[in-house]
């Protein structure tokens, strides 16, 4: 980085930033990692952004109003157990997380609040 150049200003990063202005409300990563990814986490990415879309729910490029972002991944330990699926601020991190799954996380757990207990292994805070 260059030294001499100042910092930007948290409004000048705003102007170009557009999901530092909206108030998300949640947060869906999705392992994408070695493990995860043989298990089958693509198609649970895609189920969450597929849906998302239909209920004009997720944050893209396509929509800068929705309330869920819902991204990618490296590792998080749960290797032997995913896919893995976090989801925050809550900090609820879900195991053998399959396409089938992805409904009940987005009307439970995204839309309604509540985890879906039975995919939960990890809470966090
Ligand atoms: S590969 Fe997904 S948790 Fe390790």
Redesign the pocket.
Known sequence: MDESKPLPTPEEDAALTPIMGHALQRQVLV???????ANG?EAVLEAFKAQLIAENLLFYKGNRSGDIQCITC??????AI???VLVYPDGIWYAHVTPEDVPEIIESHLKGGVPVERLVRKRLG
């Open positions: 392992c994408t990692s070695k493990s995860c990814t986490s490296g590792s998080v330990g749960f290797c995913g896919p893995a």
